[in-house]
T-cell receptor, first 116, second 111 residues
């Protein structure tokens, strides 16, 4: 089966510019996650969707970050305006609807964002 | 809320030597525990997971980990390191809420 797809793989922008990332989860996976991974740290959850509803966005900086998952399939994460400290890898993951594997997350390759 | 501590941000071993990466967790509920590996410029790949049942779990590439509730530990081991094992390793804990990751351990293999 195809894995989690993300684009673009790399993005360089100036501070105060806007940027958007796209994620297409594994087919049939109900839950979608966006993580921020700063260099030298573990991934940190930004937002979790169950189908097209938000389950957890407690660590999403809502003044500049937004995310949506229309139709419960693919998702976009936007940053507007970007700050230097937003430089990181943004990982998308998905997990199955139910069953023993529902807590296993499958990760995409990530988007490396550099803010200058 | 749960937390994960990985002891040692960088571990270096010789090819053929034992690999031991340490992970301790804190969780208010029985946790699900995971080890992920990340190669340069790639996403995270699941090595192994503990949910319930047998406390010694085997994963891909010859890795295994043992869940020790009394020590709140989930250390990752491999009997004989291979050059291809060089990567970043993350321990993660799923408790009542979200999946929480440790800060990672970079494994270097010396020829």
């Amino acid at each position: 089966e195809a894995g989690v797809a993300q684009s673009p793989r790399y993005k360089i922008i100036e501070k105060r510019q806007s940027v958007a990332f796209w994620c297409n989860p594994i087919s049939g996976h109900a839950t979608l996650y966006w993580y921020q991974q700063i260099l030298g740290q573990g991934p940190k959850l930004l937002i979790q969707f169950q189908n097209n509803g938000v389950v957890d966005d407690s660590q999403l900086p809502k003044d500049r970050f937004s995310a949506e998952r229309l139709k419960g399939v693919d998702s976009t994460l936007k940053i507007q305006p970007a700050k230097l400290e937003d430089s990181a890898v943004y990982l998308c993951a998905s997990s199955p609807r139910a069953g023993a594997s529902r807590y296993e997350q499958f990760f995409g390759p990530g988007t490396r964002l550099t803010v200058l | 809320a749960q937390s994960v501590t990985q002891l040692g941000s960088h571990v270096s071993v010789s090819e053929g030597a034992l690999v031991l990466l340490r992970c301790n967790y804190s969780s208010s509920v029985p946790p699900y525990l995971f080890w992920y590996v990340q190669y340069p410029n790639q996403g995270l790949q699941l090595l192994l997971k503990y949910t319930t049942g047998a406390t010694l779990v085997k994963g891909i590439n010859g890795f295994e980990a043992e869940f020790k509730k009394s020590e709140t530990s989930f250390h990752l081991t491999k009997p004989s390191a291979h050059m291809s094992d060089a990567a970043e390793y993350f321990c993660a804990c799923q408790g009542a809420q979200k999946l929480v990751f440790g800060q990672g351990t970079r494994l270097t293999i010396n020829p």
